[in-house]
């Protein structure tokens, strides 16, 4: 994998036009440009809380009724830190939210983490991370299960909230939102001792909570509505959470991180939690709850109170990573690839997730410090095409566009008819047909691989079918937009 330094140094921000005279048919008008672009391709800026748009449910508004297209690579020390040593290596966040900056991102998940220390068979078998810091203060007498002082549940760190607000500060500076995590599922269930190092279990606090209540080693019972006591602790804490952010605008909350599918209840009631709350605050944020592993239910996800949801790569049974399902506005579908498989991700995914209604996330190896990754050519491609379709959705009028998989060949087309499309076609050197309106077109090729508009122009189209076929190898994108003026 490339260092940090030299993917800054490779990439290229702006989108650059090669000089061409282009006669893609008998209706096509000769056109020559030179140069490059950047600001005609604007990213959006933070205005207000985000809200379901009433115009376009599959994705959020802000406060003046603007569709907010979200996009981003997250990683998992972006909050808490993790070292194998004590006190861990603080995380450059400064230097992480450049980064996001440079890759024209606007979105992340601020993990949390619920354990002591965290090892991972699959990812860290020889590594244990210490992690630091945690939401209750370690003034207990005793020691816990990793030789430091046991948790008071009672009483808050207010060095953790005073983080998490702070980081969400620098992030709205730089027009990025923040979904917080709340809670993290997965480690209980598959974390190396999962149990053992969460602050829930007696060993490890001074309050005598066990979450661990059919003692059965796994403690998964604290993700349920079982213990009265426990749901009490976890409210307070998830309002001390709302308390300290919210007052800012980028902000979105997560109920946990792949939990296990008995959790359905639990994360709910949380969420019910947050909407009930923040009804008393000055403002109100979208709540989300991604996948239930292993042997969730999207089903789930879409019949829950949240907002927003990121369902796995499953439908009807049907692997549908590599063809992702048109989002239907039933709820705003962040389709992480967190949950499509793992550290996993192409170029080709970025632009149907998008194309298909989408928000497409990046679970992000970053910089190899929380799970050492083996490189990957994959990855930067993945974060440059992430912010590639922000540059066109910010130019695009998503209020009325919707996924129209049926005028175009490829079946990836992002269209208001007769004003504008966005179409994707993954095979080289291929044709492919697009029924369009009558009009007259603004046209451009991009080339998703060099990350630059190859060719530029104007087409005069009658009624039905076109053929189309990029000038260039590799998977290209066509955008058309009626040369009159489309308000938004």
């Known amino acids: 994998m490339k260092t940090q330094t030299e993917m800054r140094n490779s990439y290229r921000g702006n989108y650059c036009f090669r ?81 996001l900056k440079e890759h024209n991102h606007n979105f992340i998940r601020m993990w949390t983490w619920e354990m002591l220390t965290w090892q991972s068979r699959t990812y860290r078998p020889d590594n244990s991370l210490k992690i630091y810091p945690h939401p209750y203060e370690r003034t207990g007498s005793g020691f816990a299960t990793d030789g430091r002082p046991k948790f008071d549940l009672t009483r ?63 403690g998964l019972e604290i993700y349920t509505l079982a213990d ?66 292993k ?59 998008f194309l298909r209604g989408m928000n497409p996330l990046f679970m992000d190896p970053y910089d190899g410090a929380f799970i050492p990754d083996p490189p990957d050519k994959n990855w930067e491609p993945v974060r440059k095409n992430m912010g590639y379709t922000l540059k066109y959705a910010a ?3 998503l209020k009325n566009a919707i996924p129209h998989n049926e005028l175009s060949t490829t079946t990836y087309c992002l269209a208001d008819p007769g004003m504008e499309y966005i179409i994707y076609q993954e095979i080289s050197d291929s044709s492919f047909d697009a029924s369009l309106v009558k009009g007259r077109y603004k046209y451009e090729w991009f080339n998703p691989t060099k990350g630059i508009v190859e060719e530029s122009g104007t087409i005069k189209v009658p009624d039905g079918k076109r053929t189309f076929k990029a000038r260039f190898s590799g998977d290209a994108v066509l955008y058309l937009k009626n040369s009159r003026k489309v308000s938004k």
């Not at 907010?68 to 603080?90: C, I, K, Q, R």
């Open 19 to 99: 000089t061409s005279v282009v006669a893609l048919s008998s209706f096509l008008m000769a056109v020559s440009f030179t140069g490059c672009i950047s600001d005609d391709l604007p990213s959006s800026k933070n205005t207000g809380t985000l809200r379901v748009s009433a115009d376009n449910p599959r994705y959020f508004a802000d406060s003046t009724g603007n569709i907010v297209y979200l996009t981003g690579a997250h990683t998992w020390s972006n909050l808490m830190d993790a070292d194998t040593n004590f006190p861990p290596e603080p995380f450059d966040f400064n230097k992480y939210v450049n980064w």
């Open 156 to 218: 808050f760190n207010q060095e953790y909230f005073t983080r998490l607000r702070e980081r969400i500060e620098n992030a709205g500076k730089h027009n990025i939102y923040v979904s917080v995590m709340l809670f993290e599922g997965w480690s209980m269930q598959f974390a190396t001792d999962g149990w053992k190092n969460h602050f829930f279990n007696p060993e490890n606090n001074i309050n005598g909570i066990n979450g661990d209540i059919n003692n059965d080693g796994s």
């Open 228 to 293: 009265t006591t426990i749901t009490g602790l976890q409210e307070k804490y998830v309002k001390h959470v709302i308390d300290a952010v919210n007052h800012l605008d980028n902000v979105l909350f997560e109920i946990s991180n792949e939990n296990h599918p008995p959790s359905t209840e639990w994360q709910y009631h949380m969420i019910n939690l947050i909407h009930d709350y923040e009804k008393q605050k000055p403002k109100q944020h979208p709540v989300g709850m991604t996948f239930q592993y």
């Open 295 to 353: 042997g969730g239910s999207n089903d789930a996800l879409f019949a829950s109170p949240a907002e927003w949801i990121s369902p796995n790569n499953r439908s009807n049974n049907v692997d549908v990573r590599n063809d992702p399902p048109a989002a239907d506005g039933r709820k705003v579908i962040l389709y992480d690839t967190d949950h499509l498989g793992g550290i996993w991700g192409n170029q080709p995914w970025v632009w149907k997730t």
């Open 395 to 397: 130019r695009m009028n």
